[in-house]
């Protein structure tokens, strides 16, 4: 008898203070709802189009072989001639890093079922171009080709100064903004005492395309940049009151 009335006097303490609680929020947000002043939320957006002034190119060599160490140094030697290749054409100093490089083994699944036997391996070996020079995106393409490449994949064109741009579609955004909350005062009879909050969000739109590779008596492969869309929008919210 006596656990049964703890467990009740527990359970009724418990509850009691899960409903002061729960008064104690209520109340809060009731308050600061309250408290919230007359005010104006708006959005802006804006878009800034301009020309990409570098180049992505992802390049490689992928090989088949027998053997793991096979398929490793054929891949080693046609990646070692494009690099070579693309030195000549680009300097030195061209930018020219790995971005991946892979060695799986392939296999045969027996038709019957049961395990699956090792036929050979795959090397891959992908390096990333970048090039100011968009003029010779084409050339890059073609001589990677042409000297052992069999791998071109996400041809990006980028900026070489992305916040500058970045900064130019937020003030526009910005701009939008504040004129729309300063329409929507003016129609209602309202003044704009004070800024509430700004909120901004944003990217850069860069234009990704896939190129096939090109044989070594195939013209030149042509490459259109285009233009990149930098988008920004931004959150507006001021207090107002009565004229």
């Given at each position: 008898?006596?656990?049964?009335i703890k467990?009740?006097?527990?359970l ?35 878009v800034?189009s301009?020309n ?6 992802d ?6 072989a027998n053997?793991?160490q ?8 046609k990646?070692?001639a ?18 991946s ?9 027996p038709?019957?079922?049961?395990e ?8 891959t ?6 090039l ?6 084409g ?14 994949q ?9 916040q ?12 939008n903004?504040r004129s ?19 909120v901004?969000?944003g990217?850069?739109?860069?234009p ?7 044989r ?6 042509p490459i ?6 930098v988008r ?9 009151a009565?004229?």
């Amino acid at each position: 008898m006596m656990n049964f009335i703890k467990k009740t006097f527990i359970l009724l303490s418990t509850n009691l203070l899960l409903l002061l609680i729960l008064g104690v929020a209520q109340a809060a947000g009731q308050d600061s709802i309250e408290k919230l002043p007359p005010s104006i939320r708006t959005s802006g957006e804006a878009v800034v189009s301009v020309n990409p002034d570098r180049a992505q190119i992802d390049v490689g060599v992928v090989t088949q072989a027998n053997t793991s160490q096979t398929a490793v140094a054929q891949n080693a030697q046609k990646l070692e001639a494009t690099l070579a290749r693309l030195r000549q054409l680009l300097g030195n100093t061209a930018d020219i890093k790995t971005i991946s490089y892979t060695l799986s083994p392939t296999y045969r699944y027996p038709k019957e079922g049961g395990e699956p036997t090792i036929t050979g391996y795959t090397a891959t070996n992908i390096v990333r171009v970048t090039l100011d020079d968009l003029t010779k995106v084409g050339q890059v393409i073609d001589t990677a080709t042409q000297s052992g490449s069999n791998r071109i994949q996400n041809l990006r064109f980028t900026l070489k100064d992305e916040q500058t741009v970045q900064a130019q579609a937020l003030r526009d955004a910005a701009v939008n903004a504040r004129s729309k909350a300063r329409a929507l005062a003016s129609a209602l009879n309202l003044r704009i005492i004070r800024v509430l909050s700004i909120v901004e969000s944003g990217s850069p739109g860069f234009p990704v395309r896939d190129v096939a590779f090109a044989r070594a008596e195939a013209a030149p492969t042509p490459i259109e940049p285009g233009t990149i869309e930098v988008r920004a929008t931004v959150s507006y919210m001021v207090e107002v009151a009565g004229q």
